[in-house]
C-alpha cells in the first residue's frame, strides 16, 4: 500500500468514526454501563471490553469536537502558529507506542491510565465554562463537552474497578497533574480565550487516544491474553 493511500484510508477511518460518533451521539446511543444495576462482579474480559468501548468514545467526540472548534474558530495558518505545542501532562513518561507500552508493567500502566483520565477532570469542567463564554460559540460544541465530561466520570470509574479487581495493591497510586494554564480561559481577549480552549481541546484529545492504546494493550495482556 502506498503512502497516499494509507493516508487515505486514514482519512477515511476517522471520518467513518465521525459519523458513528454523531449517529450514536444524535440517537443518545451509549457504550454499555460500567456496572449494570450497580452490580460491579462483571467478568474481568467484560469489564476491560466496555472500559475500551467507552474510551474509545470518548476520543472519537474529541476529536469530533477539535475539528468543529477549529472550523469555526481558527480562520489562518498564523493563528494555528501561535498554538502552545506543550500539554500539563507531557512531563509524566508514557510509553511511545505499543511496543513500549507492552514492557512497561500492567499495574504501572494501569496508574498512568488512571492520572490521564483522572486529570482531565478539572479542565473538562473550565472547557465548559470556557466555550459557554466565548461569542458565538455552537451548541454543538459545548453539548460535545458535557457528554464527554459525564462519559469521562464512567471511565474513571471502569479504570479504578480495574485496578480494584486486577491490582488491588496499586490503588491510590496514580499521580494528579494540575492544568496550570487554566486560569487564562477567563481572560477578556476573545482570541487568548479561543487560543487556550484549542490547546486544552487539542492535550485532552492527546491524552484521551493514549488512554484508550493502553487500555488496549492492558485488554490483551490481563484479560485475554492472546497475541498481543
Not at 78 to 106: G, H, M
Amino acid at each position: 500500500m502506498t503512502m497516499n493511500s494509507q493516508g487515505s484510508a486514514r482519512k477515511a477511518g476517522t471520518l467513518l468514526l465521525l459519523l458513528i460518533s454523531n449517529l450514536l451521539f444524535c440517537q443518545n446511543v451509549q457504550p454499555l454501563p460500567i456496572c449494570p444495576g450497580g452490580d460491579c462482579q462483571t467478568p474481568l474480559p467484560e469489564l476491560f471490553d466496555r472500559v475500551v468501548m467507552l474510551s474509545h468514545y470518548i476520543h472519537t467526540l474529541y476529536t469530533d469536537m477539535f475539528i468543529e472548534f477549529d472550523k469555526q474558530y481558527v480562520q489562518d495558518r498564523e493563528f494555528i502558529a501561535k498554538v502552545i505545542n506543550d500539554c500539563p501532562t507531557s512531563s509524566l513518561a508514557t510509553p511511545e507506542d505499543k511496543e513500549q507500552a507492552l514492557k512497561v508493567p500492567p499495574e504501572v500502566l494501569l496508574n498512568l491510565i488512571l492520572s490521564l483520565v483522572q486529570s482531565s477532570s478539572d479542565p473538562l469542567f473550565q472547557l465548559i465554562t470556557g466555550v459557554g463564554g466565548i461569542q458565538e460559540a455552537p451548541d454543538y460544541i459545548l453539548s460535545r463537552a458535557k457528554e464527554i465530561e459525564e462519559q469521562n466520570k464512567r471511565l474513571l470509574e471502569g479504570v479504578e474497578k480495574i485496578i480494584s479487581q486486577a491490582y488491588p495493591e496499586a490503588k491510590g497510586n496514580g499521580i494528579y497533574f494540575v492544568w496550570s494554564q487554566l486560569p487564562s480561559l477567563q481572560g477578556v481577549d476573545e482570541e487568548s480565550k479561543i487560543l487556550s480552549l484549542r490547546n486544552t481541546i487539542r492535550c485532552l484529545r492527546r491524552d484521551s487516544h493514549k488512554v484508550d492504546n493502553f487500555l488496549k494493550v492492558l485488554r490483551c495482556q490481563i484479560a485475554h491474553q492472546n497475541n498481543c
